[in-house]
DNA sequence: CGTGCTTTTGAATAGTATCAAGGCCGGTGG
DNA sequence: CCACCGGCCTTGATACTATTCAAAAGCACG
């Protein structure tokens, strides 16, 4: 875990909220900012932990989840490159989620000093976030409302669209849409919000409906448009941006 | 619907987010706002309608929900006095959610145009003003996370304590714990992801629990400490602020 | 080549939604 | 003032979805 920052004029990720700046105060981003290389399945900061800042990421998969009670996690969201983490906690003591890895991952770091510091000077990045932080509470009652509405199987539809949203299709093969994240029957469940069980029948039966193949954890969505036609009617699972 | 201002530094509604503002802004946004009071049971806004601003409660009980597919309307959230709706919408085309009074209210309004010269001008505003929306989206995934996980009973159950949080007992008798609201089963159910006999059956034992009273749709809580109890494991619908 | 974890599949169960019918109440008009 | 009407509420019976429990099979890893 050293620190290996890199200049944000150079990042590849011009989705990320730090682009939002004026260009002249990227340098000064650099120098406060923390990046770190988490390997696969390590956590990036803890439910309940104090919050320090915010976090990006530069490259690589998290989840982010929460404790149930007696039951599981629950997956509250899948992010990617250039998303923003740790958000949710911004602005409370604790953070209310956990973040980990599902792949090594590159993740820059900025403290709530700088952070205010760059809120109170710069009205349209402040605007932007802002902007986003709606956008996210829209996302976050639509999915509340789908989720009760959905049979379970919808539910999985929508949870395998969601993942492809957010990390599309693996590069190695590109005629085969294979998801490009390995997610047990369990996280699948989580964000589906039902169980690992439901997870496997459901996915058995939709391949026997040629609407997915699955060889261990890798899913290859046949007919991406049918399967969105399914749930069509309660919407999208939408992680376009950050 | 008469246009019927008053002077937002006279309001007394100390916890509306106009009141952030530096007093000397107030006297601004009297000329920029528009006031309006609407009879009961009348949209404030629709779903899907152009956004063109956001509204504040200056006194009165509302109601947010937005239509399911061939489901009843899901209420998102309720609302009460120095209360802000309407912000789900902003930065979004469309209304994602309609609001309809509960009772006679007093809403004021404020378009885009002058919220925007707000947000531009007094960082420590919109830095608040974020801080809301991030509070907002916790909320609203801590009470999707326990809609998952709790029963329909401890769903009806937070439901209740959640229209106490916002709307408190009524003034009329102030030794009776009488909800200070009129919600039909249904809504409650909407509010509980359930359905309206559900919620009629719940209530009917929570009677012969001696938990509440219930005469019509005034519902009285007997004891608002154990009610908590039954489902303190989750924590609790909370609608402190705003 | 075990060993332990994940996945699959089956069977039983529980929790809710759905459907249906009757009762209560408030409002309206005679 | 009373009777009627319609909507909401209550209650029961039924059906069904999804969870739970259990057991076997598959797979990855040392």
Redesign the pocket.
């Known amino acids: 875990m050293n620190k290996i920052n890199s200049a944000c004029a150079l990042c590849e990720n011009k989705n990320c909220f730090i682009q939002k700046l004026p260009s002249q105060r990227l340098s000064w981003v650099d120098a406060k900012k923390y990046t770190v290389c988490f390997p696969k399945d390590q956590n990036i900061f803890w439910e309940n932990a104090e919050v320090n800042g915010i976090h990006f990421i530069k490259n690589g998969k998290v989840k982010v989840f929460s404790s149930g009670l007696n ?1 599981k996690d629950k997956v509250v969201r899948l992010a990617g490159d250039g998303h923003i983490i740790g958000h949710r906690g911004y602005g409370a003591e604790q953070y209310p989620v956990s973040a980990a890895t599902l792949s090594e991952s590159t993740i820059c770091f900025i403290d709530n000093g700088s952070l205010y510091e760059l809120f109170m000077t710069n009205p349209v990045f402040t605007y932007t976030m802002m902007m986003f932080y709606s956008q996210e509470l829209r996302k976050s009652e639509q999915r509340a409302k789908y989720n009760s509405q959905m ?3 919808e539910r999985i539809i929508a949870a395998l669209l969601y993942a492809k949203e957010t990390f599309g299709y693996s590069q190695t093969d590109l005629n085969a849409q294979i998801l490009n994240v390995y997610l ?3 996280e699948i469940a989580s964000i589906a ?9 459901t ?2 039966i939709l391949e026997s409906e040629k609407h997915i193949l ?1 060889k ?2 890798n899913i290859q969505l046949l007919n991406e448009k049918k399967l969105l036609d399914l749930i069509r009617d309660y919407g999208i699972y939408d992680n376009a941006d950050s």
Request: charged content about 45%; glycine content about 4%; proline content about 0%.
């Open positions: 039951k049979s379970s199987k047990t029957r369990s919000d039902t169980t690992a069980e439901e997870v496997s029948r996915l058995t699955k261990g954890r």
